[in-house]
């Protein structure tokens, strides 16, 4: 998708280091981190990303909020309800 998107490939070549950064705190801290990009993070211009398409951006970071919320947040929740049921209080 964004090796199509021709505005956006050209604003990821004036910034490298924001090219490297955003995907390795994506994996290792939280995939949310990928909306440093467009965010205007303390108004740093390499954190303004430029898109041709920007609804077609927003719909993946949408479907991967999604996978984040069925892989992540409910397995923790399922957790959470089998702990309260299972183990006596002041345990």
Known sequence: MFGKDSVYSKWMYFF???RRFIPVAACLINFKCS????????????????FGRPLEF?????MIS?????????PIFIADVIIILKVRWGS
Do not use: Q, V
Not at 35 to 50: C, D, H, Q, R, V
Not at 67 to 73: A, G, L, N, Q, V
């Open 16 to 18: 490298p280091k924001t």
């Open 35 to 50: 909306k440093i990009l467009y965010s205007g993070f303390y108004g740093l211009e390499s954190s303004m990303a430029k």
């Open 58 to 62: 927003y719909r993946i970071l949408r």
């Open 66 to 74: 999604a996978f984040s919320y069925i892989f992540c947040y409910f």
